[in-house]
């Protein structure tokens, strides 16, 4: 069975930092491309990041261009996203996606509040 | 990036055949083939993929849903409307930028 478990998630405040984790398992990790996407509260979803299989192409929205960073590691199944220069804005639920085509399967997401 | 621009809301009787709209431009909906929709029935349910690639179904999404595009603009039309089509729909499009875009998103109505 095919899972994606996000973590990290939690109550940050401006200008902090969260690496948020996202466990793989049930299909061939290294085979697939693998992306961000996070929903605000009461919008609809934005495309934040995506990588590659093997980590060599990355790309981001340009409202977290320098301020969030993709990588993954085939060997523990795992994508992560490290946020940092967090803002109000980056309020959201954070899922992450394989494949976005498709082969398209989401996690449950994990909530991310930034807040003074 | 700018969303793709959908109408706010769209409605229908049961039975009937409704059809959403996606405008883009030249950089994304109207650059690539790698247009998607996704079903959210309901507020912190997870997206539901309906159709990947302009007019591709994932198995197990009803054949009541197809798509199409034509320039800048992709659509969505369910046909014979049910009581469980009701939810808000995205589209998204790869863009000559190698990312991503959402639709600003419909809210579906059956009446």
């Known amino acids: 069975e095919v899972q994606l478990v996000e973590s990290g998630g939690g109550v940050v405040q401006p200008g902090g930092s969260l690496r948020l984790s996202c466990a793989a398992s049930?299909?061939?990790?290294?085979?697939?491309?693998m992306h961000w996407v996070r929903q605000a509260p009461g919008k609809g979803p934005m495309w934040v990041s995506r990588?590659?299989?093997?980590?060599?192409?990355?790309t981001y929205a340009d409202s977290v261009k320098g301020r969030f960073t993709i990588s993954r590691d085939n060997a523990k199944n795992t994508v992560y996203l490290q946020m940092n220069s967090l803002r109000a804005e980056d309020t959201a639920v954070y899922y992450c996606i394989r494949d976005f085509r498709i082969y398209d399967y989401w996690g449950q997401g994990t909530q991310v509040t930034v807040s003074s | 990036q700018s969303t793709l621009t959908q109408p706010v809301s769209v409605s229908g009787s049961p039975g009937q055949s409704i059809s959403i709209s996606c405008t883009g431009t030249?950089?994304?909906?109207?650059?690539?083939?790698?247009v998607s929709w996704y079903q959210q029935r309901f507020p912190g349910e997870v997206p539901k993929l309906m159709i990947y690639d302009v007019d591709n179904r994932p198995s197990g999404v009803s054949n009541r849903f197809s798509g199409s595009k034509s320039g800048n603009t992709a659509s969505l039309t369910i046909s014979g409307l049910q009581a469980e089509d009701e939810g808000d729909y995205y589209c998204?499009?790869?863009?000559?930028?190698?990312?991503?875009?959402f639709g600003s998103g419909t809210k579906v109505t059956v009446l």
């Open positions: 998204t499009s790869f863009t000559s930028s190698r990312t991503h875009v």
């Open positions: 990588i590659n299989s093997d980590g060599t192409t990355i």
């Open positions: 030249s950089s994304d909906v109207g650059n690539n083939n790698f």
């Open positions: 049930g299909f061939t990790f290294g085979n697939f491309w």
